[in-house]
């Protein structure tokens, strides 16, 4: 009888272990979903800013059609990945094609400073000026809620790895998921002193 109510007390508490291990890869993926959700939204509010600034820009840059073109093109890319990412954050392979089309993004955007900085008539105009801002500021909002999927899916991730919650993981096939990295061109670049 004894015995008994010990392998009882045994099984129990491996059950126990079990569902506390479950429920917390269950929050983690939670949060890091939640963390991608943040993402989503400031990614919307950036890809939402591109066009009218691309259109407030036209009359000005004539020209420079090639430029613009690309900003859209690479914008239009963006957000078919972001929204085949935000149908399944825990996909590693959409993350790593939204980190992709975001850099194609980004890379698309410097472009288009660098093209605008030759306008002064561009620079001077209040609309552009206050989109270029607004588009500043996103891209910090970007940054900062990037920060805090990564830093989410860096716990989860860390969790899920070790043992025995890799064995529960696997079993319940809770998935690796991956890091959402955005370039910033800007510091890939060595910084330029002159005197």
Do not use: C, W
Not at 23 to 34: A, Q
Not at 64 to 90: C, F, I, W, Y
Not at 155 to 170: D, L, Q, S
Not at 177 to 190: T, V
């Amino acid at each position: 009888m004894t015995t008994t109510l010990i392998g009882l007390a045994v099984i129990a508490a491996v059950v126990i272990f079990v569902i506390a291990i479950y429920n917390r890869l269950v929050s983690l993926r939670n949060r890091f979903k939640n963390g991608f959700s943040q993402i989503d939204v400031q990614l919307q509010r950036r890809h939402d800013l591109i066009p009218n600034l691309v259109e407030s820009t036209k009359a000005y840059m004539a020209h420079e059609r090639n430029t613009l073109t690309e900003v859209m093109e690479a914008r239009n890319q963006a957000v078919s990945a972001q929204k085949d990412a935000a149908g399944d954050p825990a996909d590693g392979q959409r993350i790593q094609k939204l980190s992709s089309a975001e850099n194609m993004l980004s890379r698309a955007l410097a472009n288009f400073y660098a093209v605008a900085e030759n306008y002064p008539e561009l620079k001077a105009n209040e609309t552009v000026q206050q989109m270029m801002e607004e588009l500043s500021s996103t891209e910090n909002r970007v940054a900062f809620a990037r920060q805090a999927y990564n830093d989410e899916v860096m716990v989860y991730n860390t969790y899920r790895e070790k043992f025995p919650n890799n064995v529960i993981a696997g079993f319940f096939a809770f998935k690796p998921s991956e890091q959402l990295q955005l370039e910033n061109p800007e510091a890939r670049q060595a910084p330029k002193v002159s005197f």
